[in-house]
């Protein structure tokens, strides 16, 4: 079975950033559907941060419905965005004890979610829901990849919400099951939710794209007078975060670390997972990889499919030898590696 994995497309926000909303752009991916079975969308399908759900979905329609009409089976996984999109089921999962959510569970859109059917509805029969992941084969695995935001050293929203939640569940065994990282990150993801529902005009809703704002201010994008001084006191405010026991997080926010970063902590979650020499598809970083003149140590058997949003300010390089430009998509066959492949040159 011919299987083509996308991630983090970021339908329905209101920044404008997803890529997929352009015709041509949304031709590219429709091509490279010719001849595949099966579509996985990795998760952050959704932007669920930038106001209600319902708006979301309605501007995400058109193309999830094309997307629909040119692949026969579609599965779903939520990522930290759309969270939302399996928020009541794993609730229910929670009462019988985290150890129950396991690797894949197969899971009908209508026992996920309101807006999980409604996708469902639009891509057609034979979609389903899988979380926290899938095996596409018996030695590939696929998960949008927010479980990394627990290890990771990058001072984002969600690393210091989930370094919290930490102090309070306590800390992450060993050998760790799905409901084990859940119980750390889930509570977080819940409040961004909650602060964005009841916030029509989205702009409670910070942590849709701070962590993208932070980077753009600390690093240069903006330096003015407070990009200044936000960049000298940001050593004391992760000095003082590290003291209260919510990292380890360091200020070295330059691209390379943030990829570097990213690695590691994916790597870390695989090990604790107990994912063994399996291929590991993830998303969520938006930096596709490996691409050539990356390290093949650093990467090991991760792969990184990318986003579909355009983010500027990651933008130093020209594309299409950006790592962050979008159109990322890995295909997956009966044999071999997956293969990553740049849909927008």
Known sequence: MATLVVS??????RSGVDVLQDRERRAALLEALDG??????????????????????????????ELGRRVDEVVITAGNHDHALVAGWLERIARDGPAQLGLEQRIDPVEASH???????????????????????DDVYATHGHYLDLHSTVPTFERLGAGMTTRLVGDLPPRAT??????????????????????PD????????????AYR?????????????????????????NRAGFGPVRADLSGDAIRAASLRAM???????????????????????????????????????????????????????????????????????????????
């Not at 983090?8 to 926000?13: F, K, Y």
Request: hydrophobic share 45%.
């Open 267 to 345: 790597h870390e979650v695989c090990g604790r997972l107990g994912l063994g020499t399996a291929h590991v598809i993830f998303g969520h970083s938006h930096r596709t990889g490996p691409l050539p003149g990356d390290d093949p140590l650093e990467w090991g058997r991760l792969v990184n499919c990318g986003s579909w949003v355009l983010e500027t300010h990651f933008m130093q390089q020209p594309a299409p030898h950006n790592p962050y430009w979008p159109g990322g998509a890995v295909r997956v066959e009966a044999d071999g590696a997956p293969r990553l492949e740049r849909l927008l040159g």
């Open 115 to 137: 807006a999980a059917a409604r996708l469902a509805e639009w891509l057609g029969p034979r979609t389903s829901v899988a979380y926290p992941g899938l095996w596409l084969r």
């Open 8 to 13: 983090d497309l970021h339908l329905g926000g």
């Open 178 to 199: 799905p409901g084990d990282y859940e119980a750390r990150l889930a509570p977080v993801y819940a409040w961004v939710d909650a602060i964005a529902a009841w916030s």
């Open 36 to 65: 595949v079975e099966r579509l996985v969308l990795l998760g952050d399908v959704l932007e669920l941060r930038h106001g209600p759900v319902r708006e979301a979905l309605e501007r995400a329609r058109p193309v999830v419905e």
């Open 217 to 241: 201010t600390l690093t240069g994008g903006r330096r003015g007078v407070r990009g200044k001084l936000l960049a000298g006191a940001l050593p004391l405010a992760i000095a003082g975060v």
């Open 202 to 213: 989205g702009r409670a809703a910070g942590g849709a794209d701070s962590a993208a704002r």
